[in-house]
């Protein structure tokens, strides 16, 4: 078994692979010790790609799936070296630094190392603005947040893993959310990561870059919001219990003034249904989550999700039932009144959040059920 293999993902990149692949071949060369292969996973180039690596002596590995994360797990699943380190084919990552980082690994027996591009110099124009002051830094700590990270550019895609680890991550992402995924997945299963301050070069002009700025940042956030389903658990269950519990009291006490401030009117209640109709969207947004999750939900998501069929119907005919109940109350109080006078803010907005909050859950258990029900069969 080789000590490293790099991996180049690869898609019409003919005017830089080959200075790439020297660059790569040089840095690591100075360690004589040092077993490693290079690999060019090919995406389905139709220039002058893969002839070029086999001249520079790469192996290629044809990939036909799509994708940027696609050519990287194709490559990585070929890789025979024990650790796999990989960069864009490009020109923009200091491949000077690949002994550097593969040294970082073996010496700190990290499952990953990466090279921060955040923490080095970047050179005028190799990266948008919005990538460098926004995009980065705002997904960066997101994973942080969320995952207990301590990294400082989620987004560099110059890499060395522990193969035997990274095998046991699942990574499944095809686009150029791998990267994210990649950390996630990593940090989720407590894999001991390293980084090493390296920088960023601007690309040959003329190259048009494989990235889409928004449509690849919002794939990166729905991965990392998707990998966190108990984060809108409980946002979700909060906000509907709180706002529920308030929309009863103001139904009870009506108006009042609370420290000069005239609380539990029309105003107050219609905000409470719009948070209350909100906190029902995060949690059942939770809900399908978990359905693709192994992560472990609260015992009342639990037994939504996995509640007999049979208790399902009795359930949803049950919530109907109020419903009606509610709805017929809401009539009675108008024809009461002659169809006129309905006070608003101290019935029609309070039954409505009682009415909507409950109708959106059964329509919500009644989606999940049969979306399970459809992926099981």
Same mark, same amino acid.
């Given at each position: 078994m080789?000590?490293?293999?790099?991996?180049?993902?690869?898609?019409?990149?003919?005017?830089?692979?080959?200075?790439?692949?020297?660059?790569?071949?040089?840095?690591?060369? *100075?360690?004589p010790?040092? &077993?490693?292969?290079?690999?060019v996973a090919?995406?389905?180039?139709?220039?002058?790609?893969?002839?070029?690596?086999?001249?520079?002596?790469?192996?290629?590995?044809?990939?036909?799936?799509?994708?940027?994360?696609a050519?990287?797990?194709?490559?990585?699943?070929?890789?025979?070296?024990?650790y796999?380190?990989?960069? +864009?084919? +490009?020109?923009?990552?200091?491949?000077?630094?690949?002994?550097?980082?593969?040294?970082?690994?073996?010496? &700190?027996?990290?499952?990953?190392?990466?090279?921060?591009r955040?923490?080095?110099?970047?050179e005028?124009?190799?990266?948008p603005?919005?990538?460098?002051?926004?995009?980065?830094?705002?997904?960066?700590?997101?994973?942080?947040a969320?995952?207990?990270?301590?990294?400082?550019?989620?987004?560099?895609?110059?890499?060395?893993?522990?193969?035997?680890?990274?095998?046991?991550?699942?990574?499944?992402?095809?686009?150029m959310?791998?990267?994210?995924?990649l950390?996630i997945?990593?940090l *989720?299963? +407590?894999?001991?990561?390293?980084?090493?301050?390296?920088?960023?070069?601007?690309?040959?002009?003329?190259?048009?870059a494989?990235?889409?700025?928004?449509?690849?940042?919002?794939?990166?956030?729905?991965?990392?919001?998707?990998?966190?389903?108990?984060?809108?658990?409980?946002?979700?269950?909060?906000?509907?219990?709180?706002?529920?519990l308030?929309?009863?009291?103001?139904?009870?006490?009506?108006?009042?003034n609370l420290?000069?401030? &005239?609380?539990?009117d029309?105003?107050?209640?219609?905000?409470?249904?719009?948070?209350?109709?909100?906190?029902?969207?995060?949690?059942?947004?939770?809900?399908?989550?978990?359905?693709?999750?192994?992560?472990?939900?609260s015992?009342?998501?639990?037994?939504?999700?996995?509640?007999?069929?049979g208790?399902?119907?009795?359930?949803?005919?049950?919530?109907? #039932?109020i419903?009606?109940i509610?709805?017929?109350?809401?009539?009675?109080?108008?024809i009461?009144?002659?169809?006129?006078?309905?006070?608003?803010?101290?019935?029609?907005?309070?039954?409505?959040?009682?009415?909507? #909050?409950?109708?959106?859950?059964?329509?919500?258990?009644l989606?999940?059920?049969?979306?399970?029900?459809?992926g +099981?069969?």
């Open positions: 080789m000590d490293l293999t790099f991996v180049f993902p690869c898609l019409n990149e003919e005017n830089t692979l080959r200075s790439c692949i020297r660059a790569v071949r040089e840095s690591l060369g *100075k360690n010790d040092l &077993n490693y292969e290079v690999v090919d995406n389905g180039s139709i220039d002058r790609s893969a002839e070029i690596a086999v001249e520079e002596g790469a192996r290629v590995v044809p990939v036909e799936e799509k994708g940027y994360g050519a990287l797990r194709g490559g990585i699943a070929a890789a025979d070296g024990k796999v380190m990989f960069a +864009d084919a +490009d020109s923009t990552y200091l491949y000077e630094d690949s002994l550097r980082l593969y040294e970082a690994a073996i010496e &700190n027996d990290s499952d990953m190392a990466i090279a921060s955040m923490t080095g110099v970047i005028d124009g190799a990266m603005s919005l990538h460098r002051w926004l995009g980065t830094p705002v997904l960066t700590g997101l994973i942080n969320l995952f207990h990270g301590q990294l400082s550019d989620c987004n560099s895609g110059f890499r060395c893993i522990r193969k035997s680890e990274y095998e046991k991550w699942g990574i499944r992402a095809s686009g959310e791998f990267a994210s995924e950390l997945k990593a *989720k299963n +407590d894999a001991k990561t390293v980084e090493i301050s390296s920088g960023l070069n601007k690309g040959p002009e003329g190259r048009v494989h990235l889409r700025t928004w449509r690849d940042g919002m794939r990166h956030l729905l991965f990392i919001l998707s990998e966190r389903p108990r984060l809108f658990e409980f946002i979700g269950i909060f906000l509907v219990t709180v706002c529920s308030l929309q009863l009291v103001a139904l009870i006490v009506g108006p009042i420290l000069g401030l &005239n609380v539990f029309m105003h107050s209640k219609a905000l409470l249904l719009l948070i209350g109709i909100t906190g029902m969207q995060f949690y059942l947004f939770s809900c399908m989550l978990f359905l693709r999750m192994r992560e472990k939900p015992w009342l998501t639990s037994k939504l999700i996995n509640i007999d069929e208790a399902l119907f009795f359930l949803l005919l049950s919530i109907l #039932l419903e009606a509610l709805v017929g109350g809401v009539v009675l109080n108008w009461l009144n002659n169809f006129a006078n309905l006070d608003l803010a101290n019935v029609l907005i309070g039954a409505i959040h009682l009415i909507a #909050l409950p109708m959106m859950l059964a329509v919500g258990v989606g999940l059920h049969t979306f399970k029900k459809s +099981d069969s």
